[in-house]
């Protein structure tokens, strides 16, 4: 069953109020009446198994049946650094890596990106795919939503990462560690940021840039896939290793 996302405001135990557009999905296409159960969550770590208790033309409200906290986390947090890609492929990218429990996705403007987002498209594409990953969210019951940033450089990515992360870029036709063999962080403070190149690959000048901040090459094997299908393929790989898949 899908959890749906309400902002915590919506949060007033012992009930819960849903308005604006999940209100009007709850309503209008799912139907739901006075007495059947939904689960919501705050984000921040908290579900909600909920009985419908009013339904209005302004508001659906709900009595909270049973609290659910978010387990304790054991792996750290994984982000993907994605190169823009054409057509709907970063859209399948920002679906599929929420469903693999991806906690924050950063687009890439690379070199060979065959994309480049003009300045008065972003805000809507970033609310665009803050959609999707909204929605796959609540369909693979995540327990968070992740968060879409600004498209920037690879230079101004690497400058501003944390210490604590550890940094893999996945790089075909390149000497590196197995994304099989790579040391992986295990405290869950920390975090592993993904980085994946466009179609055309990562130019010698950014993958020059990464190995000079300390970025680890990683690859596939002998295979060279698409690069939508290489992030999929390397998020899942590595959640396994964690432990947070399979």
């Known amino acids: 069953m899908p959890v749906f996302f309400v902002s915590p405001e919506c949060v007033t135990p012992p009930t819960i109020s849903v308005t604006g557009e999940l209100l009007t999905h709850i309503k209008d296409s799912l139907r739901a009446a006075v007495g059947e159960t939904l689960w919501f969550s705050n984000g921040q770590g908290a ?4 009985e419908i208790s009013d339904v209005s033309k302004y508001v659906v409200t709900g009595l909270i049946l049973e609290t659910i906290q978010e387990p304790t986390r054991s792996a750290p947090r994984m982000i993907l650094g994605q190169s823009l890609l054409k057509g709907e492929k970063i859209d399948w990218v920002i679906q599929k890596a929420t469903e693999l429990g991806v906690r924050e ?9 065959v994309v480049h987002l003009k300045a008065d498209r972003i805000n809507h594409q ?10 796959a969210a609540q369909q693979s019951e995540q327990w968070h939503v992740p968060t879409i940033a600004n498209p920037q450089s690879l230079t101004t990515l690497l400058a501003s990462s944390e210490r604590n992360f550890t940094t893999l870029m ?8 197995s994304v099989q063999a790579v040391t992986l962080p295990q405290d869950p403070s920390n975090a592993l940021l993904i980085l994946i190149g466009p179609e055309g690959g990562w130019s010698k000048e950014e993958m020059k ?13 002998r295979m060279i896939l698409r690069a939508e299908t290489a992030a999929i393929a390397t998020i899942s790989i590595l959640q396994s290793r964690l432990g947070e898949l399979g």
Do not use: D, F, M, N
């Open 209 to 221: 840039i990464a190995a000079q901040q300390g970025v680890e090459p990683i690859i596939l094997g």
């Open 105 to 113: 996705i950063i687009p890439i403007e690379s070199r060979h990106s």
């Open 47 to 50: 579900r909600y198994r909920t």
């Open 126 to 135: 970033l609310t665009r795919w803050q959609r999707i990953a909204l929605e």
């Open 170 to 177: 996945l790089a075909e036709r390149q000497e590196g560690k």
